[in-house]
């Protein structure tokens, strides 16, 4: 579902960069590889790599993912209405817009390299417990999809977790959602298919703020562009 859009481009960059320079860290463009996590560690005052085992190995000593990562409230500056999702892919933050000079910000997982994308869509439909079905193009590619190519409930092990905002374009589903995940340690990670994934209990709150037809801004260094709405 990857694709770069001229039309994208001719209609929608003036507002997709406007969004850029304004969003808290700016993103560079430039780079063909999305570039890998790092956290701050206080003790010696630098930035470290955080890497899928470092994640494991965080989430298995304290029981949540860094500090970072976490549920808050933060100064925000955008043009963009309350409402509005936008999400820093290289960060690995997801926005909620708030109003106020304010958002709420959420850790996330997003695609690992050649899955990373960045457009505008929005929330098309809402579901709770939502059933997986993964796509034809993942089913080809995976063989643990296979024996769910015809749907797996909802339910504490299904990839999709708790909640799930269904990404469209238009009235199209882009096949890319933002939802919980069995896998909290993989928070702040390039580790999915396109997907944005957040912990459950985060996903369940943004799901409770959210209405249908919300605004979603991807920001991606290096992504594939998505056609916009």
């Excluded at 043009?79 to 304010?102: C, M, R, S, W």
Aim: positive net charge; aromatic residues 10%; contains cysteine.
């Amino acid at each position: 579902m990857k694709r770069s859009s001229a039309s994208f481009l001719g209609m929608h960059s003036a507002t997709f960069l406007a969004v850029a320079g304004l969003l808290i860290g700016g993103i560079a463009a430039g780079s063909a590889q999305v570039p890998k996590t790092q956290i701050y560690d206080t003790k010696t005052r630098t930035w470290i790599a955080y890497d899928s085992k470092k994640a494991r190995k965080y989430y298995a000593a304290n029981g949540q993912v860094p500090e970072a990562f976490r549920k808050q409230v933060v100064p925000f500056r955008t043009a963009e209405k309350p409402g509005t999702i936008i999400i820093d892919g290289n960060q690995h933050f997801l926005y909620l817009v708030k109003g106020g000079g304010q958002a709420v910000r959420y850790g996330i997982g997003v695609g690992r390299d050649g899955f990373g994308w960045a457009g505008i869509v929005r929330v098309g439909r809402v579901a709770e417990w939502p059933t997986w079905t993964p796509p034809a193009e993942m089913v080809a590619r995976d063989p643990k999809a296979v024996k769910f190519a015809g749907g797996m409930p909802g339910g504490p092990d299904n990839p999709l977790g708790a909640r799930a905002l269904y990404l469209y374009e238009g009235d199209q589903d882009t096949i890319y959602r933002i939802h919980g995940t069995p896998e909290p340690w993989s928070i702040g990670l390039n580790v999915s298919s396109g997907c944005i994934r957040m912990n459950n209990e985060d996903i369940v709150d943004l799901a409770s703020q959210i209405q249908v037809g919300a605004k979603v801004i991807v920001l991606m260094q290096g992504a594939s562009l998505y056609k916009g709405v």
